[in-house]
């Protein structure tokens, strides 16, 4: 499959990439404050309120099995559009974005 562009992240010392057409922007994770949610899986870890709209985030490092870490100044949150939302995951750090790159499944 082609991407003509992919954006590549970091999570526990460890890269992955996703298409950037998903992206909707790249924001530093230490200016918001997420707000807990009684009841949500463990996968998610909150929201937060995104220019006026309530956004939730997701901690991959949970879905991942990774150990829990605390946010530092280049934790990042890649907002991505899902299903007509934004939703944002937590990443280490974002690294670069590589041009026409071809993935193989």
Not at 34 to 57: A, F, T
Not at 70 to 88: H, P
Request: charged content about 20%; some cysteine.
């Amino acid at each position: 499959m082609a991407i003509s562009q992919i954006v590549i992240f970091e999570i526990d010392g460890s890269e992955y990439g996703i298409d950037a057409l998903a992206v909707n922007g790249i924001i530093r994770a230490p200016k918001y404050n997420i707000q807990k949610v009684p009841g949500l899986p463990s996968i998610i870890e909150g929201m937060i309120n995104l220019r006026g709209q309530i956004s939730y985030i997701y901690n991959l490092r949970n879905k991942f099995g990774l150990a829990e870490m605390t946010d530092t100044e280049d934790s990042k949150f890649i907002m991505l559009n899902v299903d007509e939302q934004v939703v944002g995951c937590i990443v280490d750090q974002t690294l670069r974005s590589l041009q026409n790159h071809m993935l193989k499944p």
